[in-house]
T-cell receptor, first 115, second 113 residues
């Protein structure tokens, strides 16, 4: 079945850039997502990218997709202490003939920002 | 819109008791998802609905788990009887028709003792 892998921890200094990496196995993935989960809260959709794109930028966030290698990354520029959270990579194949429509999540990367 | 609303936020119950978790999706969203999050297994999809109809419940772990969506603005996830291994955070999420986005509630932290 589908699998999404992420490293579990990342520490960066405030003001530096953070890069969170993710790999996935489903070659039919249509959409790839990044979610943020702050302590005690639900998941918040940060950004997503369609599989026919290789880059998407949204303010301090840059998503890079290497479809050949099935590798997705999230870069956070000028990382702030408020960025400390768990970041989840997820993939979806959208609609299919079988009616499947669901997200497969990685286990999350805990980002710690050191002041 | 207030977003996806789940209740209760926290639930502590004794083993063997029935537990009901509730969810109000975002108005106009035709898809509703129930997820379970644990440290060991991460986020797992339990079941999802489209237009109030259960489409895929293959993630529901056992017959002790059941989910309903009696109307477009309400869904429940019931565990009967509950067991300590059911302790987890349960998330509800909703998504608009045709769009590949899911908006999550804040979750219900269930502890079964």
């Amino acid at each position: 079945g589908e699998d999404v892998e992420q490293s579990l921890f990342l520490s960066v200094r405030e003001g530096d850039s953070s890069v969170i990496n993710c790999t996935y196995t489903d070659s039919s993935s249509t959409y790839l997502y990044w979610y943020k989960q702050e302590p005690g809260a639900g998941l918040q959709l940060l950004t997503y990218i369609f599989s026919n794109m290789d880059m998407k930028q949204d303010q301090r966030l840059t998503v890079l997709l290497n479809k050949k290698d099935k590798h997705l990354s999230l870069r956070i520029a000028d990382t702030q202490t408020g960025d400390s959270a768990i970041y989840f990579c997820a993939e979806s194949n959208g609609y299919s003939g079988a009616g499947s429509y669901q997200l497969t999540f990685g286990k999350g990367t805990k980002l710690s920002v050191i002041p | 819109d207030a977003g996806v609303i789940q209740s209760p936020r926290h639930e502590v119950t004794e083993m063997g008791q029935e537990v009901t978790l509730r969810c109000k999706p975002i108005s106009g969203h035709d898809y509703l998802f129930w997820y379970r999050q644990t440290m060991m297994r991460g986020l797992e999809l339990l079941i999802y609905f489209n237009n109030n109809v259960p489409i895929d419940d293959s993630g529901m772990p056992e017959d002790r788990f059941s989910a309903k969506m009696p109307n477009a603005s309400f869904s429940t996830l019931k565990i009967q009887p509950s067991e300590p291994r059911d302790s987890a955070v349960y998330f509800c999420a909703s998504s608009p028709t045709g769009a590949a986005e899911a908006f999550f509630g804040q979750g219900t932290r269930l502890t079964v003792v």
